[in-house]
Nanobody, 127 residues
Framework: QQQVHESGGRAVQVGDSLTLSCTAS????????MAWFRQAPGKEREFVSA????????YSADSVKARFTVSRGNGESTMTLQMDSLKPEDTAVYYC????????????????????WGQGTQVTVSS
Protein backbone atom coordinates (compact mmCIF):
# COMPACT_ATOMS: atom_id res chain seq x y z
CA GLN A 1 0.00 0.00 0.00
CA GLN A 2 1.33 3.38 -0.95
CA GLN A 3 1.55 5.82 1.94
CA VAL A 4 2.80 9.32 2.60
CA HIS A 5 4.11 10.37 6.01
CA GLU A 6 5.38 13.71 7.31
CA SER A 7 7.46 14.33 10.41
CA GLY A 8 9.39 17.08 12.17
CA GLY A 9 6.70 19.57 13.12
CA ARG A 10 6.84 21.13 16.59
CA ALA A 11 6.56 24.39 18.50
CA VAL A 12 9.41 26.87 17.96
CA GLN A 13 10.22 30.54 18.54
CA VAL A 14 10.31 33.37 16.00
CA GLY A 15 13.55 33.26 14.05
CA ASP A 16 14.19 29.57 14.71
CA SER A 17 14.84 26.94 12.06
CA LEU A 18 13.04 23.66 11.55
CA THR A 19 13.30 20.77 9.10
CA LEU A 20 10.30 18.78 7.96
CA SER A 21 10.61 15.40 6.30
CA CYS A 22 8.29 13.44 4.07
CA THR A 23 8.58 9.82 3.07
CA ALA A 24 6.40 8.21 0.43
CA SER A 25 6.45 4.43 0.46
CA UNK A 26 5.70 2.80 -2.82
CA UNK A 27 7.73 2.28 -5.95
CA UNK A 28 5.88 4.81 -8.11
CA UNK A 29 6.57 7.75 -5.84
CA UNK A 30 10.18 8.01 -6.89
CA UNK A 31 8.97 9.24 -10.29
CA UNK A 32 6.39 11.69 -8.96
CA UNK A 33 6.50 15.38 -8.20
CA MET A 34 6.44 16.02 -4.46
CA ALA A 35 5.16 19.14 -2.74
CA TRP A 36 4.48 20.85 0.55
CA PHE A 37 1.24 22.61 1.33
CA ARG A 38 0.12 24.21 4.58
CA GLN A 39 -3.15 25.14 6.18
CA ALA A 40 -3.56 27.62 9.00
CA PRO A 41 -6.70 27.68 11.18
CA GLY A 42 -9.60 29.23 9.32
CA LYS A 43 -7.69 29.48 6.06
CA GLU A 44 -7.53 27.51 2.85
CA ARG A 45 -4.74 25.12 2.12
CA GLU A 46 -1.90 26.96 0.38
CA PHE A 47 1.05 25.89 -1.69
CA VAL A 48 4.52 26.13 -0.13
CA SER A 49 7.10 24.35 -2.29
CA ALA A 50 7.40 21.62 -4.92
CA UNK A 51 10.23 19.57 -6.33
CA UNK A 52 10.45 17.39 -9.41
CA UNK A 53 11.36 13.71 -9.28
CA UNK A 54 14.90 14.45 -10.42
CA UNK A 55 15.34 16.98 -7.63
CA UNK A 56 16.69 19.51 -10.11
CA UNK A 57 13.52 21.56 -10.59
CA UNK A 58 12.12 23.41 -7.58
CA TYR A 59 9.47 26.03 -7.09
CA SER A 60 8.36 27.86 -3.95
CA ALA A 61 5.72 30.40 -3.04
CA ASP A 62 6.88 34.01 -2.88
CA SER A 63 6.05 34.14 0.83
CA VAL A 64 8.66 31.50 1.68
CA LYS A 65 11.21 31.24 -1.14
CA ALA A 66 13.80 33.39 0.61
CA ARG A 67 13.52 31.35 3.83
CA PHE A 68 12.49 27.79 2.94
CA THR A 69 14.48 25.23 0.95
CA VAL A 70 12.99 22.05 -0.49
CA SER A 71 15.27 19.18 -1.36
CA ARG A 72 15.19 15.62 -2.59
CA GLY A 73 17.66 13.15 -4.01
CA ASN A 74 17.37 12.22 -7.68
CA GLY A 75 14.69 9.56 -8.01
CA GLU A 76 14.14 9.35 -4.28
CA SER A 77 10.77 9.38 -2.56
CA THR A 78 11.97 11.29 0.50
CA MET A 79 11.72 15.06 0.61
CA THR A 80 12.76 17.64 3.18
CA LEU A 81 11.76 21.24 3.82
CA GLN A 82 14.35 23.36 5.58
CA MET A 83 12.58 26.33 7.15
CA ASP A 84 14.67 29.25 8.41
CA SER A 85 13.77 32.57 10.01
CA LEU A 86 10.36 31.29 10.99
CA LYS A 87 7.56 33.77 11.55
CA PRO A 88 4.25 33.50 13.41
CA GLU A 89 2.45 33.49 10.06
CA ASP A 90 4.21 30.23 9.23
CA THR A 91 2.10 28.53 11.89
CA ALA A 92 0.06 25.84 10.16
CA VAL A 93 -0.38 22.16 9.57
CA TYR A 94 2.10 21.21 6.87
CA TYR A 95 1.11 18.52 4.40
CA CYS A 96 3.21 16.48 2.04
CA UNK A 97 1.64 15.65 -1.30
CA UNK A 98 2.78 13.65 -4.28
CA UNK A 99 1.45 12.58 -7.63
CA UNK A 100 2.13 12.27 -11.36
CA UNK A 101 2.05 16.04 -11.82
CA UNK A 102 3.65 17.41 -14.97
CA UNK A 103 6.30 19.97 -14.08
CA UNK A 104 4.68 23.25 -15.01
CA UNK A 105 4.74 26.14 -12.55
CA UNK A 106 1.19 27.03 -13.53
CA UNK A 107 -0.16 23.74 -12.18
CA UNK A 108 2.24 22.38 -9.53
CA UNK A 109 0.78 24.75 -6.96
CA UNK A 110 -2.71 23.31 -7.48
CA UNK A 111 -3.51 20.86 -4.65
CA UNK A 112 -6.08 19.14 -6.86
CA UNK A 113 -3.27 17.81 -9.05
CA UNK A 114 -1.83 15.63 -6.30
CA UNK A 115 -3.13 12.11 -5.72
CA UNK A 116 -1.56 11.13 -2.41
CA TRP A 117 -1.41 13.11 0.82
CA GLY A 118 0.01 12.69 4.28
CA GLN A 119 -1.87 13.37 7.52
CA GLY A 120 0.03 16.58 8.22
CA THR A 121 2.47 17.80 10.86
CA GLN A 122 1.85 20.83 13.06
CA VAL A 123 4.28 23.73 13.07
CA THR A 124 3.68 26.46 15.66
CA VAL A 125 5.81 29.60 15.74
CA SER A 126 5.51 31.76 18.84
CA SER A 127 6.78 35.28 19.41
Amino acid sequence: QQQVHESGGRAVQVGDSLTLSCTASGRAFSTYTMAWFRQAPGKEREFVSAIAASGSNKYSADSVKARFTVSRGNGESTMTLQMDSLKPEDTAVYYCATGPVFWDVSIISDPGRYTHWGQGTQVTVSS
